[in-house]
């Protein structure tokens, strides 16, 4: 197939690109950069031997988007383009909204004038938003959330079960991620944000490369076994092999589908920071802080429907996912 991806030199699309381009698929990558590097390509390019075809474009240039279809037979997306900082999605709210329902607008408008007819779409374990009891089921009300971010998430979702509604011939996946971690085993692709790091795995990163003096664990006084937050953390190589499954099953059928995709287990904090330890024989300097706005106490995935329908679980291990992000964290930058 050829595949435009949206947001495609970013942390989760750029390991999807070298995913399909290893199972022999075209790649079309759409990226502002805005959030990303230029020598993403070249190192997709070193990892594949392939050099995917490359636009620099913000998604909500429907002109510009028109003249991809155009230069290139587009058979799916998949739309990673997004603004992802939540806590920034509390501050500029409109930004966040203008960006994020835009350019999925945008995608699904110019498509309709091209023909195309199946979207892969990045979405979020944060749809299940903070009533419903975990693991979280597809079948779940998945209609609010915490954050301006999430809220664009949920209302895509909307939008694009709307979208198929009307046009039965169409195909959304809508893949809700919990919480990717890891890095490409080269080493060369990894979740490297511009800045201080807002996430988790990132920060730790940059700690252990002596970049940040210490983490902050936000809270131990939650209602879980360490009192720290628990995440269903999977390998961002196991969630790009997700895109491809949910691609091959979008290729032979119609309608909205909702998939998780996550490992079906909780971590805490303190249990991934002492499996980084462990992992890459270090220490890591902690303490604890106080909890963060908007974090719930704990969430996984019932990973059960992406087996059935996609054939799709994760493989790699926690330690593998340590292991990995330390490979990438410690060479970043270089
Ligand atoms: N976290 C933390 N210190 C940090 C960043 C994150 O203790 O510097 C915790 C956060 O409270 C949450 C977990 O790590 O319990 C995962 O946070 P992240 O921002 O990576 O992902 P989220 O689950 O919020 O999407």
Redesign the pocket.
Known sequence: MNVLVTGGAGYIGSHTVVELLNAGHNAIIVDDLSNAKADVIDRIETITGKRPVFYKLDCKDKDGLRKVFSENQVDAIIHFAAFKA?GESVKKPLQYYRNNLDSAMAMLEVMEEFGCKKFVFSS???VYGPNNPHPYKEEMKAIESSSPYGWTKVMIERILTDYCTAHPDFCAILLRY??P?GAHESGLLGDDPNGI????????GRVAAGQLEK?????DD?PTPDG????D?LHVVDLAVGHLKALEYAENHEGVEAINLGTGNGI??LE?VHAFETANDMKLPYVI?P??D???PA?WADAGKAKTLLGWEATHTVEDMCRSSWNFAKNAGK
């Not at 983490?215 to 809270?219: A, M, N, P, Q, S």
């Not at 720290?228 to 995440?231: A, G, I, W």
């Open positions: 939540v979020s374990a944060t919990f919480n971690i790091p807002n996430n988790l795995m990132p920060y730790i983490l902050t664990i936000f809270g939650y720290t937050c628990q995440r953390y805490s904090v991934l802080g909890r963060r908007g974090d719930l969430f």
